[in-house]
């Protein structure tokens, strides 16, 4: 079963500042996806950016890019120019291609980010 | 922007009371996800469902738990019995056929089971 870890409860950044988020997940699965997704203090689900695993390319959202290192099995996510609006509750998500997986997401333990004014 | 709509957005239950949770997917989404969130805790998945039936579940989802999608809109999660374990965050995602690898979140229902 693929697992994903999240091994920074919290963070913090300065407004305007640049902040990276880590995430680690194990698979023997060689092609799947990868996301991020924000959880706002209204606790909806928001997708952020999402990594196809055949791409060698990182996926880039505007202030958002994440750092896919396929080998390590990282997917840090960098938060530039950072915002106060970006204050939230960060989740890594794993997909299996595996059509027996039932397209389920597997969730990391959440980073929370605050941003200081 | 479509949105994946949920019902009711807050519910307080008697432990052993029958619960439903509504969803209304994206219109033209014909995946269809529940999970859920203890509080403090992962989101953990719970069961997808394809073409009126259940494509996969995990052993949360067991005989207390059923979902169906009675009028060809809403999506819906029933507890049979609920318990006190049950109080969570409940979110439904949905996914369009030719985009499965992007799941689309509800705002949730927060379930409490006194």
């Known amino acids: 079963a693929q697992t994903v870890t999240q091994s920074q409860p919290e963070m913090s950044v300065q407004e305007a500042e640049t902040v990276t988020l880590s995430c680690t997940y194990d698979?023997?699965?060689?092609?799947?996806?990868l996301f991020w997704y924000k959880q706002p203090p209204s606790r909806q689900m928001i997708l952020v950016i999402r990594?196809?695993?055949?791409?060698?390319q990182n996926a880039t959202e505007n202030r958002f890019s994440v750092n896919f290192q396929k080998a390590a099995k990282s997917f840090s996510l960098k938060i530039s120019d950072s915002q106060l609006g970006d204050a939230a509750m960060y989740f890594c998500?794993?997909?299996?291609?595996?059509?027996?997986?039932?397209?389920?997401?597997?969730f990391g333990g959440g980073t929370r980010l605050m941003v200081k004014p | 922007e479509p949105e994946v709509t949920q019902t009711p957005s807050h519910q307080v239950t008697q432990m052993g009371q029958e619960v439903i949770l509504r969803c209304v997917p994206i219109?033209?989404?014909?995946?269809f996800y529940w999970y859920r969130q203890i509080l403090g805790q992962k989101v953990e998945f719970l069961v997808s469902?394809?073409?009126?039936?259940?494509?996969?579940k995990s052993e949360i989802f067991d005989d207390q738990f059923s979902v169906e999608r009675p009028d060809g809109s809403n999506f819906t999660l029933k507890i049979r019995s609920t318990k006190l374990e049950d109080s969570a965050m409940y979110f439904c995602?949905?996914?369009?056929?030719?985009?499965?690898?992007?799941?689309?979140f509800g705002p949730g229902t927060r379930l409490l089971v006194l």
């Open positions: 995602a949905t996914s369009e056929a030719g985009a499965l690898w992007t799941q689309y």
């Open positions: 990594q196809e695993a055949y791409k060698q």
């Open positions: 469902f394809y073409n009126n039936e259940i494509s996969e």
């Open positions: 698979t023997s699965e060689s092609d799947y996806y």
């Open positions: 219109s033209n989404h014909l995946y």
């Open positions: 998500a794993y997909r299996s291609p595996s059509p027996h997986a039932g397209n389920m997401l597997t």
